[in-house]
């Protein structure tokens, strides 16, 4: 079982990127998908999350607004549209499945490598 991220790079403050988490070896349509994000010394930071379903969606404060999570069960690939993007925002992001839609990293089973993020102001 893996999840790939990738779209990750450079990007000047408020440019957009569009982050993609493809899955192999199994299905997660049935599953939670998240994104999460970490910069040195701090824990991973929830960032988004949508039902397996794909009908509720979950954003934390910090990027409601200027984030968009989806999935496309097909392709077994969620994605994570931001805009807007501040130097804050600067961070490797990863993403996640679980069994049930959570803010907490613990919940999450599978994680991908992370693709990094970075913000120039």
């Known amino acids: 079982v893996q999840l790939q991220a990738s779209g990750g790079g450079l990007v000047q403050a408020g440019g957009s990127l569009r982050l993609s988490c493809a899955a192999s070896?199994?299905?997660?349509?049935?599953?939670?998908r998240g994104w999460f994000r970490q910069t040195p010394g701090k824990e991973r930071e929830f960032v988004a999350a949508i039902r397996g379903s794909g009908g509720n969606t979950y954003y934390a404060d910090s990027v409601k607004g200027r984030a968009s999570i989806s999935r496309d069960n097909a392709k077994n690939t969620v994605y994570l549209q931001m805009d807007s993007l501040k130097p804050e925002d600067t961070a490797v992001y990863y993403c996640?499945?679980?069994?049930?839609?959570?803010?907490?990293?613990?919940?999450?089973?599978?994680w991908g490598q992370g693709t990094q993020v970075t913000v120039s102001s």
């Open positions: 070896g199994r299905t997660f349509s049935n599953n939670a």
């Open positions: 996640a499945a679980a069994r049930l839609v959570s803010w907490s990293a613990s919940t999450y089973a599978y």
